[in-house]
T-cell receptor, first 114, second 117 residues
Framework: AQSVTQLGSHVSVSEGALVLLRCNYS??????LFWYVQYPNQGLQLLLK??????LVKGINGFEAEFKKSETSFHLTKPSAHMSDAAEYFC????????????FGAGTTVTVRA | DGGITQSPKYLFRKEGQNVTLSCEQN?????MYWYRQDPGQGLRLIYY???????QKGDIAEGYSVSREKKESFPLTVTSAQKNPTAFYLC????????????????FGPGTRLTVL
């Protein structure tokens, strides 16, 4: 079964610094991968998704992620953090190639220091 | 505006009571999902539905029940059999449950926070 591991439950960055959130997956089939963001007491918003097209995926709010099959990774980055990036981020993978059920990572909380 | 609405935003329940959480979507999506979120555990799938009058158990269905009488509505009942119901509940929908070679994005509602007193 597919699963996701997010390395680091909390990440703290300075405003203007690089944001790097790590996600590794296990999959026996070509995966579809997603990054979602959640602000306090709100639902999840899609940042970006990988669906076997380009390996470098650009999303909203300046985020991007690179799919690396050899490393089974899908790390999320943003070159310059803003205060508004403070939130919780979830990586998710489809469980099988023919359905939409997702397996979510445990989440990474990002705090941004002024 | 198209989207997913969940109500109420906050819900308090006494032990032994059943409560029903509402989820409505006007996106014309066929598939709908219920997730439970606990701190540090990500999201776990409770139930999902591909079409009207059909639904399947997810990973943690015990103590929960659902119905899908209308395409736009997928209410979740938290029964007294659920031993630890305090959590944040999220509803989601997608165009369909996924076809071979395609995965549809799930869109989420704002959530309902349930607290058992």
């Amino acid at each position: 079964a597919q699963s996701v591991t997010q390395l680091g439950s909390h990440v703290s960055v300075s405003e203007g610094a690089l944001v790097l959130l790590r996600c590794n997956y296990s999959s026996s089939v070509p995966p579809y991968l997603f990054w979602y963001v959640q602000y306090p007491n709100q639902g999840l918003q899609l940042l970006l998704k990988y669906t076997s097209a380009a390996t470098l995926v650009k999303g909203i709010n300046g985020f991007e992620a690179e799919f690396k099959k050899s490393e089974t990774s899908f790390h999320l980055t943003k070159p310059s953090a803003h205060m508004s990036d403070a939130a919780e981020y979830f990586c998710a993978v489809t469980r099988r190639s023919y359905d939409n059920k997702l397996s979510f990572g445990a989440g990474t909380t990002v705090t941004v220091r002024a | 505006d198209g989207g997913i609405t969940q109500s109420p935003k906050y819900l308090f329940r006494k032990e032994g009571q059943n409560v029903t959480l509402s989820c409505e979507q006007n996106l014309n999506h066929d598939a709908m999902y219920w997730y439970r979120q606990d701190p540090g555990q990500g999201l776990r799938l409770i139930y999902y539905s591909q079409i009207v009058n059909d639904f399947q158990k997810g990973d943690i269905a015990e103590g929960y029940s659902v119905s899908r009488e209308k395409k736009e509505s997928f209410p979740l009942t938290v029964t007294s059999a659920q031993k630890n119901p305090t959590a944040f509940y999220l509803c989601a929908s997608s165009i369909d449950l996924g076809l071979a070679g395609r995965t549809d994005t799930q869109y989420f509602g704002p959530g309902t926070r349930l607290t058992v007193l």
